[in-house]
């Protein structure tokens, strides 16, 4: 029976185990893939407080390191469900194996949004990519497009054109939404071409990635883009269904909660991007681990008397 259980390992849930382990309570955290969430795919950060330039990599196993020597637990399952029980929760997870919790934290982050093209999914791993730095050096020296207009597309493009030939960034609109900084950066490299208020219709080759159709949304004109990789970068969706009957979500999957990371049953909290905002930040995604173990930790003590 662990005090706090924390589905998820990305900032959010690697806070939440620093706070968890630092108030003295019994921490696991349980995570389908590696510690780090999203942070892991991001080249480099720069605007994390005090941290200064570092990759995200790096950052993220600062954090696990920093969770785990403060006596925090790491299990590399997927939370399939948690059921309320008497003690507490009775958490599901994709290995078979059950834990029990006193608390649980749901710190489970978002997934990326699909193109909607089609063979998109069967091209996946063949030319489709939704992460430039895990997939971006198979594709060395060679021309590349990325899809987006959010941070996320700016810095995953400028990244690119450290490795490939030519990178082509389509977007829909003609402003990005993504920072000023990253814009500027981004166009002044000399390999970088913007594609702009136009829309990716058709993934050209078979069995591999040869190129993208995109139309242009003003002219209506289509052009094929000659490329061996297309990386996707629309942004992230939740994956909360599992968790609804415990934690209300809103009408776009995201966890109802407000900034205090309660839900509406009591020792279950949640954390980090799943969780409705305005904003999705490393720093407002560490600030919910911290608020979310912190209510665990006030919840565990009111129980102890
Ligand atoms: P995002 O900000 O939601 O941007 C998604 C981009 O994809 C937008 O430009 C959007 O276009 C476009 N898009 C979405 N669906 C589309 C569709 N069906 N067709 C065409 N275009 C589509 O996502 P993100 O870039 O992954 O960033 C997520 C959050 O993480 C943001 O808050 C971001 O600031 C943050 N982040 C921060 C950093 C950093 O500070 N270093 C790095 C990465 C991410 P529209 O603009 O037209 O809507």
Redesign the pocket.
Known sequence: MYDILIAGAGPAGMTAAIYGARGGKSVLMLDKMNYGG?IVN?PE???YPGTGRVSGFQLAQDMYDQATGLGAGMDYAEVTGIEKTEDGFLVHSSFGTDYEAKTVILATGVKS?L??LEREEQMTGAGISYCATCDGAFFRKKDVIV?????????DAEYLTNICNKVYLV???D?????EI?VKRLAAKENVEFVLDS?PVEILGEPKVTGLVVKNLKTEETREIPASAVFV????VPENGAFADLAELDGAGFFAAKEDCLTGTPGLFVAGDARAKV????VTATADGATAAMAAIDYLNALEG
């Not at 899809?147 to 810095?155: D, I, K, P, Q, V």
């Not at 970068?233 to 992230?236: E, F, Q, V």
């Open positions: 999203q991001t950060v720069e605007n949004r193109a909607g899809l987006g207009g959010g941070n996320t597309a700016l810095e977007h829909r609109r402003k990005f939404r993504g920072e990253a829309v970068a629309y942004g992230r904003r999705r930040q490393l």
